[in-house]
């Protein structure tokens, strides 16, 4: 699984395309504990592949890897937040 293209896939607003991300990996069963830490990543990017990463997991019934453990929330900026 390639975790860095889900996440491309849902900052592009491409949530057809992560849809079907999810449901590719949905069928190939993976091992999760064994995915490993997606390089090359931003620290928001990162920290939406380890949410991701882990809710996946948990939604199979497996167990999400140690790296996600790791992995803190990301630091917002002024232009992240929300605007009323």
């Not at 992560?18 to 990017?45: F, H, T, Y």
């Not at 790791?70 to 917002?76: D, H, L, M, S």
Request: hydrophobic share 40%; aromatic share 2%.
């Amino acid at each position: 699984m390639d975790v860095r293209e889900l996440v491309h896939a849902i900052l592009a607003g491409d949530l057809i395309g992560a849809r079907q991300l999810v449901a590719d990996v949905q069928r190939m069963n993976p091992k999760w504990e064994q995915i490993e830490q997606p390089l090359g990543l931003s620290e928001r990017e990162l920290t939406i592949a380890a949410g991701i990463t882990e809710l996946l997991a948990l939604r199979a019934g497996g167990r999400p890897p140690l790296w996600t453990q790791a992995i803190g929330p990301a630091q917002r900026n002024d232009r992240s937040r929300s605007r009323p």
